[in-house]
């Protein structure tokens, strides 16, 4: 099973977002900020890093950095809502998948889908 480390600031959008991925049959570990991320990253192993950029205390960008460190087999996407942020993470983290705000559950699932070169159509 695919394991996902979803951080995301905004209650309801973790919620939302931990809820889809896991009717979809993931398996995920949903975190309030980037630095509530780092002890789960050293001491489990995640496929995927699923991330807002703009978190309070450390950001999607720098716990993408940080994740590259710790884990750096951990594949990373990025969700946000703001357009220059898009920009400063395809730079600084070009490697990652970045998925704008709004979207609906379907997308991301079928990103994350894309993400590891799955065709089956996952139910929400």
Do not use: W
């Amino acid at each position: 099973m695919i394991r996902i480390l979803l951080a995301e600031d905004d209650d309801a959008m973790r919620t939302y977002l931990a809820r889809a991925l896991q009717n979809a049959g993931y398996s995920v570990v949903a975190v309030d900020r980037g630095t509530a991320a780092i002890p789960h990253l050293k001491n489990d192993d995640f496929d995927l890093l699923l991330s807002d950029i703009v978190m309070p205390e450390m950001d999607g960008i720098e716990l993408a950095q940080k994740c590259a460190e710790i884990s750096p087999a951990t594949k990373v996407m990025f969700i946000t809502g703001f357009a220059a942020v898009t920009l400063r993470a395809s730079r600084e983290a070009p490697q990652a998948k970045v998925l704008s705000k709004p979207f609906h559950l379907r997308d991301i699932v079928m990103e994350v889908q894309r993400i590891f070169g799955l065709t089956e159509q996952a139910t929400l």
